[in-house]
């Protein structure tokens, strides 16, 4: 899944090129992990901090936690460009 953010409201939190870039981070780095949805938080959260100290930003204003709705799209953002055995199962143990 690969589309333009619509426009108004509050805007993404990393963009298409910024997700693609953990994508292959995660690919080459892979070697069998698997990842818990918490896993993808810190994900999330780091490469948006990461992104705020490269714009010259205030990490105190910096996101520590983000909605189940922001963690959806992006969690599926995610699972449209890996192979499903980057994820682990939220049903199993």
Not at 44 to 73: F, M, N, Q, Y
């Amino acid at each position: 899944m690969d589309t333009d953010w619509v426009e108004g409201g509050r805007g993404p939190l990393l963009n298409n090129e910024e997700i693609d870039a953990i994508v292959e981070r995660l690919k080459e780095e892979g070697s069998g992990r698997v990842y818990s949805r918490s896993d993808f938080e810190q994900i999330l959260l780091e490469a948006v901090r990461e992104k705020i100290v490269k714009a010259g930003g205030d990490l105190d204003d910096a996101k520590t936690s983000c909605s189940k709705s922001t963690l959806d799209t992006y969690i599926g953002l995610f699972k449209s460009k890996l192979n499903s055995c980057f994820w682990k199962d939220p049903n199993k143990p």
